[in-house]
């Protein structure tokens, strides 16, 4: 029942028969890529045969065909996961097409719109980025542990949660335009402790990844819009404590920390908070 990591040869991190949602695998608008598309196409590259979820059809269905063009396995599903229908079917359409579901990222994250003279943000808008930073989580989670606790041997499932050192640290600056982003993280780092300890009999492990600055499209728009401040001003404020020499990463940093938590390499870790952050948290 148990992988032999011992044996000479065998090919690493190996995600073949695996199948992997990940949910906001498409991207922002804009040059460069995100961390879902990145983390979906390395997946794919490993065997996994990918899932790939979001808001944005045209976006998901781009990641979906640079998987193809690789002579990767995907199919797309466009989904709002502020809402706990489009939650379930995601895993029932994961179930009906791949019979089974291995691997759950959850990639989502959405800055709904403020004023940022008044620094106000209307309850609509507050309660819709709570439901896709937190809500859409935890209905994730839930039907993706659903599904995995079909699966037999020692581990069942992997599920990671992208969260973002938002939620434990803020050197730039405190309005209401960060709070739903902030405070959702803050859930989905608790959603992960608390699914972590439910499904662990299960053979189902749950991992917060917690991201510091990363060179996405969102993260260069939501400097702008969020405090006024260009992207590396931001990385700068973050990165006071320690410096590294390269700065800011890159989605595949996060991409090849994800690989590592769905694979079962991993299969001893569960409930972590993993900060790839630069070591922007270390002091506080
Ligand atoms: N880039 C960074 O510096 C950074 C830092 C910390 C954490 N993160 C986290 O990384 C993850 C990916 O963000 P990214 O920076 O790669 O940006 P991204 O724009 O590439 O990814 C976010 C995706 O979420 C999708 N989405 C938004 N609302 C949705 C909804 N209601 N339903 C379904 N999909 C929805 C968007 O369409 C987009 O494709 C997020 O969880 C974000 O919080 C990023």
């Not at 949910?23 to 922002?28: I, K, L, P």
């Not at 960060?178 to 189902?204: F, H, R, S």
């Amino acid at each position: 029942m148990s992988i032999d990591f011992h044996q000479r040869g065998r090919t690493a991190f190996d995600l073949s028969d695996k199948v992997v949602v990940v949910v906001g695998a498409g991207q922002s608008d804009g040059p460069g890529m995100g961390n879902g598309r990145a983390i979906s196409l390395l997946a794919a590259r490993h065997g996994a045969e990918v899932v790939a979820v979001d808001l944005n059809p045209a976006s998901v269905k781009e990641t979906v065909e640079m998987i193809v063009a690789e002579g990767g396995r995907a199919y797309a599903i466009e989904a709002n996961v502020a809402h706990e229908d489009d939650c379930r079917r995601i895993f029932d359409t994961a179930m009906a097409t791949s019979g089974r579901v291995d691997g759950m990222v959850y990639s989502v994250a959405t800055n709904p719109p403020f004023d940022f003279e008044t620094n106000s943000m209307t309850v609509e808008n507050f309660n819709y980025g709570l439901n896709v930073n937190m809500l859409g989580c935890y209905h994730c989670n839930l039907f993706a542990a659903q599904c995995m606790e079909k699966n037999d041997g020692d581990t069942a499932g992997s599920i990671v949660n992208i969260s973002s050192i938002a939620s434990v640290k803020n050197e730039i600056g405190l309005n209401v335009g960060i709070m739903p982003y902030a405070l959702g993280k803050c859930g989905l780092n608790q959603i992960t402790e608390i699914a972590a300890v439910q499904y662990a009999g299960a053979g189902i492990r749950v991992n917060t990844l917690m991201l510091g600055p990363i060179n996405s499209v969102l993260a260069q728009q939501a400097s702008q819009s969020l405090f006024g401040v260009d992207a590396d001003e931001a990385a700068q404020r973050h990165s006071e404590v320690v410096k590294l020499k390269m700065g800011r990463g890159t989605v595949w940093e996060s991409a090849y920390a994800a690989l590592y938590l769905l694979a079962d390499e991993s299969r001893f870790m569960t409930g972590q908070q993993i900060r790839l952050d630069g070591g922007a948290t270390l002091v506080r």
